[in-house]
């Protein structure tokens, strides 16, 4: 077995390195997921119930991410056709720029994949491939004010076919402006907790009345 465990603990200089019999099972983990033992095998040779307890014992190197990461993606291109490798016709090149310059819609990204055409007749508002933009939130308002006029209209009148659509429609406004209060909120500025211009002021003001006074 390689001693790659003896990172578990620092070296100090001059010092020679103390293992405790503990250590051994964490470098055995260590030792077997890298060797290739699924986590599941080597959690039954340790012993444990619990496969997070077997991950807890396993050193992860960079070295080691950067690797798996790479084959990975080996592994993927010999799955892929090579046709997805080919080189883009300018005409194509284009579709695909095009794709991403109609996605900007009026409250926000539509982000449905390339080549797909809108499902969703272009009612935006209550569409799931919508991402809203939170500059949009006054707009939105707007809209739900009135698809909101237009419901109580419709119940009044009578016009039962558009009031399951126009609930529909409100109910996905109200999401899509919920969720612009959560992004705004999440990219908000962050209060560092600075003393204010006021609390100085005042705290001057006081020390020249103390030496007014003296
Ligand atoms: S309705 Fe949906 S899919 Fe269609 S443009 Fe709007 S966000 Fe995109």
Redesign the pocket.
Known sequence: MGFAGAALRPVVAARPLRFTPHDFRRIFATDALRAGIPPHIAAKILGHADLNTTMGYAAVYPEDTVSAHRAAIARRRQLRPGEAYRELSPEEWEEFLGHFEL?K?ALGV???DFG?P???????VR????RPDPAQHGRLTEILANLRDRLAEAEQQGWHGEITGLEVSIAGAERKLHTMSEMTARHGPVHLGMPDFHGVVGRLKTDKEETACS
């Not at 809108?118 to 935006?124: G, L, P, R, S």
């Open positions: 996605r819609v539509c982000t449905r797909a809108c499902v969703h007749e272009h009612a935006c569409c799931p491939a919508l």
